[in-house]
């Protein structure tokens, strides 16, 4: 059976929609990610698996930095 005009495009919208959607998730996700790292790096919210997540951006950012330099 073939889809008629209509249901091609709500289905385009549909799936438009559900990119939005996932895109607006992910940029939530990572604002919450720096506000925690935020958070924890001032000592406001402790959590073991926080502490090593933090500590190894740190040590990302650390290395970023030296490249940048060199």
């Given at each position: ?6 249901q091609?495009a709500?289905k ?12 607006e ?8 990610g720096?506000k ?26 650390d ?8």
């Amino acid at each position: 059976m073939t889809a008629t005009p209509g249901q091609v495009a709500d289905k385009a919208k549909t799936e438009v929609s559900e990119a939005q959607t996932k895109n607006e998730l992910v940029k939530t996700y990572e604002v919450l990610g720096k506000k925690t790292y935020e958070l924890v790096d001032k000592g406001e919210l402790e959590h073991k698996e926080l502490k090593e997540i933090v500590a190894k951006v740190k040590e990302l950012r650390d290395k970023l930095e030296q490249l940048q330099v060199s």
